[in-house]
């Protein structure tokens, strides 16, 4: 009699851990491990090529780990012949050829999934055991009761719970420094001089693994957007710790300073470059963040630079969690600006005159990547400003970022960035005309258009269209005391000037 299977383990291309609670009593004698690529995850939205080669690629090289572990595994590759193509028909087959008791997984990243593998589940009646992530310092649970009975959410208070529940950069029940935030030191420009020599980005060379993958892609997503010419994202735990190890020694004593700054053609600058790994569950966002306090206690960075880094994880990546899992699926649906523009084009080619927007397009073509104000402040004020909708703009994101996950991808863009939310993530529209870029940036220099101009022949769209965004939602926008002073500022420009600038926001809506 064939023996009887206890637990078949599901383990999806964001759980690449060994440590995953999915595998916690793994036990090889009755359990194995199941993993499959399918197109659906990288059309559901179009994921771009860079995205698709870092999770392909990466689940490879997670499935030799289990494999030089002795740990049975069944592991459907995209390019098997009859491949079906979704996680639930292949799980679907896997559950008929296998007969597993019981199924057990770690809580998936999206709302989706889930859904998905419990329909399978129970469409064989079968038990299907969901364990908590434990790749997060909070639980979903924890957040929700954060969040009871409050009127607005704000990750600061998220965050601050979170420091004294972990003690991190804390003297007692004070935060070190006897502040909790030093976000007012984060907003550095890099001036006329521009960032000087920069220390270079942790990059891997493809292997054996990475180039077939690459192969792959290319061959079956050859309309997807961007290319491959320089990927050298980490795909294993040891590249990723090693990349996290050179942006502590070399680039996180600048990162606090120059957190928010743009630089034309400079992709990489201070930032950390770890979210993918961090994602994928290469790295545990306790080692990331304990590597990052104990820089401070070694004198080896500034507590601004320690902090402004910390909060970046222990906070907003927390935070964002919380919201994604207490708010959907409505979540997805939300467009409290009732946003119906189209994406346009450009996004797909970065072919436009606005120079920050080509620079963040380009780099994210090429790279899947691009920090955090160029994704708040440039492709998303630019769509928020105009007018997209915001389902558009999350797929637009969700497909085109290494990495992105539903979790944390969905409350950033249609939250924070869009304000489709209308509130829950974020207090106010981030919105700003072209001297904000102007000012954390020298895009403007090399651009056709006037950053200080909304009217006339080289006037920048974003100054234009932010004039107009504050006029068209003037009254949703006057309930907020945040927006007082940006409101107040549009009351001094007259009838007339606002005539102007509705008609040139008319025709750039029109030749988006
Ligand atoms: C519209 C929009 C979409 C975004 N989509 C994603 C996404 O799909 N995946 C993603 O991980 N981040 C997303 N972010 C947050 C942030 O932009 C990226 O985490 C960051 O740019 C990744 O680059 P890095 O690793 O160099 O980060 P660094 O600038 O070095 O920051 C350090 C780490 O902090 C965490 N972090 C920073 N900001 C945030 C945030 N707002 N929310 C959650 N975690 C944060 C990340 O893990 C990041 O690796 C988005 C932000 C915006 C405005
Ligand atoms: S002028 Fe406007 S469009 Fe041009 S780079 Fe500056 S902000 Fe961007």
């Known amino acids: 009699m064939a023996k009887t299977l206890r637990h078949l383990v599901v383990v999806l291309g964001d759980q690449l851990n060994l440590d995953a609670s999915a595998l916690a009593g793994f036990d090889p004698t ?22 698709s080669t870092l999770f392909l690629s990466a689940m490879r090289h997670f499935a030799e780990t289990i494999t030089s572990h002795n740990w049975p595994l069944h592991y459907i590759r995209l390019d098997d ?17 296998l007969h597993p008791q019981q199924l057990v997984m770690t809580a998936p990243g999206e709302w989706r999934v889930l859904q998905s593998l419990r329909g399978m589940a129970k469409k064989h009646h079968l038990p299907l055991e969901v364990r908590d992530d434990t790749h997060f310092f909070s639980t ?20 601050r719970e979170l420091r004294q529940k972990t003690g991190i950069l804390m003297d007692g029940k004070k935060p070190i420094g006897d502040q909790w935030n030093f976000d007012e030191e984060n907003r550095g420009s890099f001036g006329k001089a521009g960032p000087g020599i920069l220390p270079p980005p942790t990059r891997y060379e493809p292997d054996a693994i990475t180039l077939d993958v690459m192969q792959l892609v290319n061959d079956k997503m050859a309309k ?55 994602n994928l569950k290469l790295l545990n966002p306790r080692e990331v963040v304990s590597a990052a306090e ?54 797909w080619t970065g072919n436009t005159d606005m120079a920050c927007l080509r620079d963040a ?16 402040m440039v492709t998303g004020l630019y769509a928020l400003l105009l007018g997209v909708d915001p389902k558009e703009v999350h797929a637009w994101y969700l497909g085109v970022y290494v990495d992105a996950v539903e979790w944390v991808e969905l409350p950033n863009t249609l939250g924070m960035s869009q304000f489709a939310d209308g ?24 651009c056709r258009f006037n950053p200080a101009l909304s009217t006339g022949e080289h006037a920048c769209p974003f100054t234009t269209l932010y004039w107009d965004y504050l006029n068209r939602h003037v009254d949703t926008l006057a309930k907020n005391p945040r927006m007082l002073m940006q409101l107040k500022n549009l009351n001094r420009l007259s009838d007339e000037a606002r005539a102007q600038i509705a008609i040139q926001a008319n025709l750039i809506k029109n030749s988006a």
């Open 30 to 51: 009755q359990d194995a491990i199941w993993m499959a690529e399918v197109m659906e995850e990288s059309t559901h939205v179009t994921s771009s090529k860079q995205r």
């Open 81 to 97: 012949a009859n491949n079906a193509g979704t996680l639930a028909d292949e799980l679907d087959k896997a559950i008929q050829t």
């Open 140 to 159: 979903v649970r924890e957040f929700a009761e954060h969040a009871k009975g409050r009127k607005q959410l704000r990750q600061e208070f998220f965050y």
């Open 224 to 278: 997807h957007p961007g290319n491959l010419h320089t990927f050298g994202w980490p795909v294993t735990r040891a590249q990723a710790l090693e990349a996290l190890d050179s942006f502590i020694q070399h680039r996180l004593p600048s990162f606090g300073l120059y957190q928010d700054a743009m630089w034309e053609g400079e992709v990489w600058l201070y930032h950390s470059h770890i979210a993918s790994a961090l």
């Open 294 to 347: 104990k820089a401070y206690q070694d004198g080896h960075v500034p507590l601004p630079a320690a902090e402004g880094f910390i909060r970046q994880i222990l906070g907003w990546r927390e935070y964002v969690r919380g919201i994604y899992w207490t708010q959907m699926p409505e979540y997805l649906e939300r467009n409290q600006m009732q946003a119906h523009a189209p994406l346009p084009a450009f996004y």
């Open 361 to 376: 397009i380009t780099q994210t073509l090429n790279h899947g990547y691009a920090h955090h104000i160029q994704r708040l």
């Open 423 to 446: 509130g829950v993530m974020a207090s106010k529209p981030y919105v700003a005309s072209g001297k904000y870029i102007d000012r954390m940036s020298n895009h403007c220099k090399g």
